[in-house]
C-alpha cells in the first residue's frame, strides 16, 4: 500500500532571524527528501505559531483530515515542528497507536511505528517541551535580575520611551512636560481624571488605536510609581535607574488626593421606612416592607405614599397577601 503523506513546516513566529529553519529551508529539505525516497506527498500545509500550547488550527486541521481519512504519513523537518506540548504530542503517537498514523519521516530524526520508535518519538516530543520551560523559566529569571540592576523589563510608560540601543528606559522629552504637569495639577486638586484626559488629548498624547484615554488608564498613571524612580516587577518593588519625571514628595500627595477622593461618602440610598422590622404578616409570619409611591393628579398636585406589603420569603407557603 502507498502511504500519502502530509508535509507539514511549522515556526514560531513571522521574525525570520529568530528562526534556526524558516519555512522555505524546511519546505526545500523535505521536498529533495521526498523525491530521494519516493514519498507520495498529497497535501502541504504551512503554520507560523508556536506549539508550546495546544490550539494551532492547521495543525488541527491536519489531525482531523488524518482521522478522518485514515492510514496516512506525515512529513516534517523533525518532530519539534509538530508539538512542544504534552497535549499534541499525545494526540499524535495515539494516532500512531490506532494505525491512523502509518507513517511518520523526518530529515533529522529516525522514527518507526514500533515500540521502540514509538519511545523515541515520545522521548523528543518530552525535549521539545522541556527545551520551552526551560526557556520560559531562564527568561523570566533574567527579567528579574534586570529588574534587581535597576532595569524596568518592560514597555516604558507614557514620558518615557525605550531605547533600542541601551536597552534602557529615557525620558521623552516632549510627552514628560505633560506627565509632570497632570501629577502637579492633580496634586493641588485642581485637575480631575476628565480634565486630564482632555489635558492629554489636546496635547496630542492618545492611545494606541488614536482614541482619548479612558479614566482607568489615567488612574493608572498617577498611581504608577515609576514616576517617582521606583518600578515594581513580579509583584515586588525596585528602584530604578532611570531618570525620575517627579519627587517622591509629589507622587506620595497625588495618592492622598485619589484616596480622599475615592472614599466620599455617598448617601445611602434605600433609607429605612416606617415600621419595617417591627411588623409582620399575620398570614406567613414574613416581615413587612415597604415602597415608595408617587401619584401625579391633573390638577398637578403630586402625592408621595408609603405601600406596607408582605416580603413573600417564606420557604413554606406561597403568601397570598
Known sequence: ?????????????????????????QLSELREF?????????????EKQSAKKPGRPIFNDMIKRIEHEGS??????????????????GRIIYLVDI???????FPTFWFEPTPQGKFMLNIAFGQSKYYVDSLAENTRRGLVHKAQRGE???????????????????????????????FERYAEGDLRLEDAVNLFTERGIVSSGKKPF???????ILANPFYCGLFKYAKELYEGKHQPLISKALFDRVQDVMR??????????????????????????????????????KNSNVHHYIYHRCTKKSKEMECPE
Open 1 to 25: 500500500m502507498i502511504i500519502k503523506y502530509l508535509i507539514y513546516a511549522r515556526k514560531s513566529t513571522d521574525v525570520e532571524d529568530k528562526q534556526v529553519r524558516s519555512i522555505e529551508d
Open 34 to 46: 521526498a523525491r530521494r525516497e519516493g514519498l507520495k506527498v498529497v497535501g502541504k500545509l504551512i
Open 72 to 89: 496516512m504519513g506525515i512529513l516534517a523537518w523533525h518532530p519539534d515542528r509538530l508539538a512542544r506540548n504534552s497535549v499534541d504530542g
Open 99 to 105: 494505525g491512523k498514523i502509518a507513517a511518520m519521516r
Open 152 to 182: 524596568y523589563p518592560g514597555l516604558a510608560p507614557i514620558g518615557y520611551v525605550n531605547n533600542p540601543a541601551t536597552k534602557l528606559v529615557a525620558v521623552d522629552p516632549k510627552r514628560a512636560k505633560v506627565v509632570v504637569e497632570v
Open 214 to 220: 479612558h479614566q482607568d488608564r489615567v488612574r493608572f
Open 260 to 297: 480622599d477622593r475615592g472614599n466620599r461618602r455617598h448617601k445611602i440610598r434605600n433609607d429605612p421606612l416606617p415600621f419595617c422590622g417591627l411588623l409582620k404578616c399575620s398570614t406567613c409570619g414574613m416581615g413587612i416592607t415597604g415602597e415608595k409611591k408617587i401619584k401625579h393628579q
